[in-house]
């Protein structure tokens, strides 16, 4: 599966890129999946998603609190620490 | 009539005179128009500017959502919300949301609900430039903020 | 520093920006505004104007003791409120109310503190002149309103 | 005791007068004192001040929820329905 992955604030800067498209293993399935994929592509990913509860998951521009969720049909996935809008 | 939120993600400044005269002109059933602008602060003169990074395709469609649940919750007459981004100097507007209703408790109550859903699910990160130079400081999340959204569930 | 309010009793309309602009101009340390700004309703079409008769002497001491009292308790930076008197036609300004804070939740509580006293305390009285030559209904007091002055104590 | 009687809205059409100064009888103390005496000056003063809850009392521009209060050293004392203002 072949999806296209965001990257903002501080996630963008230590991962040094503001989206890239990944070819996925089939054994990805669900967010939870995809987050331990993340920690396997080396150092700075690996600092980066090894804290996962405060990386924030959205799908095709959707909030996914649930990280159970299954990733099928996601042509976009983005990845940021909790928002400070407002 | 179904009421459609004025949602916009700029760059620019805007004018909550222009935005509330938008909203109410020819209304003449809205009794109460509630704003909120939230203003850049300089934290005690060492902030020379905060830098506003957003995510574009996720934001207006995010804002909209809460915004239609405010809308339904408190039969309200019309929301406005204007979030810019971008690089912000201390004094200067970074959000605006208007609500307008018949009564006036719905527009306090739906002006509010907005603003906490904007501070926690929007998808807005603040960068700070500080007086000195220094430039990297991402603002941190605030528990309270998670903890204000709460008490509309 | 000792925050002065803001009060007028004024027959003149408002401009919602230039009272925000007076209350935060050169105020970097102000992180959030919220206006309320209540308007005269047609009521269905009805209505050709609301009369406000006010008593003088008393109703900008009362507004101003009520707005010292948010002041201080919320730890706001500033606080305007303008009530206008005489007749006034549907889709005009009848009151406007901003309280600045750095944090958004004292901002909102102030606002709506003064606007639940303004409609119980604050001596103003509406009387309706319909669009059928009629004049002379004075607008009954709400028990809603004296209901929504309680959550304060 | 002289003082000055001040009336609005309803009170001031029914009264037929915005404001007069009276000389109060020696007897006349408290609010309520005051509020029973305004009854017994002609029918229209029986008619508005007979349900005395709805009328509220300002003394020196301060409101006086309490009919006990003294109105000794009151230079204004103003009477009024319930405001509807806002």
């Not at chain 1, 150092?43 to 996914?64: L, M, S, W, Y």
């Not at chain 2, 939230?38 to 957003?54: S, V, Y």
């Not at chain 2, 430039?129 to 008490?151: E, F």
Request: proline fraction near 3%; aromatic fraction near 8%.
């Amino acid at each position: 599966m072949s999806v296209k992955l965001l990257y903002f604030s501080w996630i963008r800067e230590r991962l040094d890129r503001t989206d890239e498209t990944v070819e996925l293993p089939q054994t990805v399935l669900t967010v939870g999946d995809l987050l331990n994929w993340q920690k396997t592509r080396g150092e700075e990913f690996e600092n980066v998603f090894q804290h996962d509860k405060v990386v924030r998951v959205a799908i095709n521009q959707e909030h996914v609190d649930d990280r159970g969720v299954k990733i099928e049909g996601a042509h976009e996935i983005a990845f940021f620490p909790p928002m400070t809008g407002g | 009539m179904t009421i459609t939120p004025d949602i916009r993600i700029q760059a620019e400044d805007f004018s909550i005179e222009a935005e509330v005269k938008k909203l109410t002109e020819d209304h003449f059933d809205i009794g109460a128009v509630v704003t909120f602008s939230g203003l850049c602060r300089d934290e005690g003169g060492t902030l020379n500017a905060l830098e506003l990074e957003h995510y574009p395709a996720m934001a207006e469609t995010e804002i909209r959502r809460i915004a239609e649940t405010a809308i339904k919750r408190w039969s309200l007459q019309g929301i406005t919300a204007i979030h810019r981004y971008g690089k912000i100097a201390p004094g200067e507007n970074i959000v605006l949301v208007i609500a307008a209703s018949p009564h006036r408790q719905a527009a306090f109550d739906g002006a509010n609900f907005l603003m906490d859903f904007l501070k926690t699910r929007a998808p807005f990160w603040k960068k700070e430039h500080g007086k000195d130079g220094t430039i990297g400081n991402w603002v941190d999340a605030k528990d309270a903020d998670d903890d204000a959204l709460k008490r509309w569930e």
